[in-house]
């Protein structure tokens, strides 16, 4: 029985898809100003490309909005019947998101990858016996 049960109702914009992706690209790019980004991969739904369609009047509106503000960023992904993230928010502050994984449908997932800040340090790369032995005793006998 569905008595008592929530019912949701929405209403799909394309304009306003198009406005909150400008929006998150942005973001994006202002959350990892200083960043190296090596590349990106893009889930898109289906129902928002990648050709001009009822929903989004633009050829691959997505794709094009992260090219735009991410011009020297190669970035590869395809086109799906429901895309797999965290739940999205319109008009989220903190585009990194994180959390219980669900499928959405008519949304855009994107991955970016960072390189890692890495901690500059000498490393004694010698594992001649007497280096090993050493590090034994000074690092783990130590407690």
């Known amino acids: 029985s569905l008595e008592g049960a929530e019912v949701d109702f929405f209403y799909l914009n394309g304009e306003a898809c198009c406005e909150d992706m400008d929006l998150t690209v942005r973001k994006l790019r202002e959350q990892t100003q200083g960043e ?55 008009g989220n502050r903190n585009v990194f998101r994180k959390g219980r994984a669900t ?7 994107f991955c970016l990858f960072i390189v890692p800040a890495v901690e500059r340090r000498d490393y004694n790369l010698d594992d001649c016996p007497d280096s090993v032995q050493a590090y ?8």
């Open 36 to 90: 190296e980004i090596l590349g990106a991969i893009m889930f898109s739904c289906n129902g928002r490309g990648p050709e001009r369609g009822g929903l989004i009047p633009e050829v691959m509106a997505d794709a094009t909005r992260f090219a735009k503000v991410f011009p020297d960023v190669p970035c590869l992904g395809f086109y799906a019947g429901g895309e797999i993230g965290p739940v999205a928010l319109a």
């Open 103 to 109: 499928v959405q449908g008519f949304t855009a997932v």
């Open 136 to 143: 034994v005793r000074d690092r783990l006998l130590l407690s």
